[in-house]
């Protein structure tokens, strides 16, 4: 679903209009800012839900035809039965009428004489000799047969059922979350923080491109975790790692926390939620420090359907106004002062043009997890 593109320039102008008058602006983001990375999404035209629920239909229309097929093949036996039934008795009467009966007769010839009964009986037991063909090479052809279940094209086969496939291989061999960049929208926004047009990020995402922009943490809410942050599970001191994390659910590792202000015995373990956890308290508390203050609440690539992160924005509603940018319709929209259904990285290159900011370019030398002096440093606020 997309807007027209002269509605999208109208809007990204309002936009902009707005953030220009707007004291305090708060960024939203959701899984659809990574979608240009090659990260897939979860409710967008490709995302890992919308795939896995189109594969889950085509999975139950298969087995359906399966069924009727095998339905109507047992139906077609069945019948095939009771015509094999009736030849066979056809085949046994026919043999009575021409058997020896009792009185002598062979196929309809009174024969007279025990000399002439026993002639009969020798040459019934001599095989049919065989004809000759023009081609003794050829192999002889197979005996004909009145099994319907021999001929194959008498009936549909069955096709056997495939095994479920997983509707996110595509995804995996596509990207890794260590190779990754941040896309356009995350450099975006960083600049947009460095001039001072936005002042917070709230993010659900947990790829780590925002890190690999060389974001401040004073200036983003991680409120899923982070594929490339490790975390004390005693002084909840995060630390940059420069592959992504092999756990996920807050998994603790036999790595013991090297805090650097006083010795913690605590050990490491990953950021990535599982979805029974409680978010972050440090987190949810600066989430909730920068809304207190938000007079525009920006939602970028996201449906706004994961609670408690999905009301975070409306609770400026009553002093601020509330922006949704997404490609797909979302059950917020009507509560949202003003929607845009386009590409996010399409938007956020309309409104820096309108707010006249440069956006800078994803530098691999300025990335904190590829460069070796950073990692298992400290990520401080």
Known sequence: MFDCPSDVSTKVSQLATWISQSKCVVVHCGAGISTSAGIPDFRGPKGVWTVE?????????????????????????????????????????????????????VNGIQLNTMEEMEMVKQEESVPPSVPSSDHPSDPPSDPPTDHPSDHPSDHPSVPPSDPPTDPTAQFRSSITFDSAEPTFTHMALISLLKSKYIKFIISQ????????????????????????????????????????????????????????????????RDTILDWEDELPLDEMKWADKWMRECDLAICLGTTLQI??????????????????????????????????????????????????????????????TKDEKRMGKQWKR
């Open 53 to 105: 629920e189109k594969e889950r239909k085509r999975r139950l229309a298969e087995e359906k035809e399966r069924k009727k097929m095998e339905r109507e093949l047992k139906k077609r036996k069945k019948v095939d039965n009771s015509i094999i039934e009736v030849k066979i008795e056809v085949e046994e009467d026919k043999k009575g009428v021409d058997a020896h009966d009792n009185n002598g007769i």
């Open 205 to 268: 995402n947990i790829d780590g491109l925002f890190l690999k922009g060389n974001i401040s943490r004073r200036d983003i809410a991680e409120l899923h975790g982070n594929f490339f942050l490790d975390e004390c599970n005693l002084c909840h001191t995060r630390f940059i790692r420069n592959t992504s994390s092999p756990t996920m659910g807050c998994v603790v590792s036999s790595v013991t926390c090297s805090r650097q202000s006083r010795p913690c015995r605590g050990q490491l």
């Open 307 to 368: 609670q408690p992160a999905a009301s975070l924005p409306f609770r400026c509603k009553k002093k601020g106004k509330v922006v949704i940018v997404n490609l797909q319709p979302t059950k917020s929209d009507a509560k949202a002062d003003l929607v845009i259904h386009d590409y996010v990285d399409q938007v956020m290159q309309l409104l820096c043009d309108r707010l006249q900011v440069k956006v800078d370019a994803y530098q691999v030398e300025c990335d904190p």
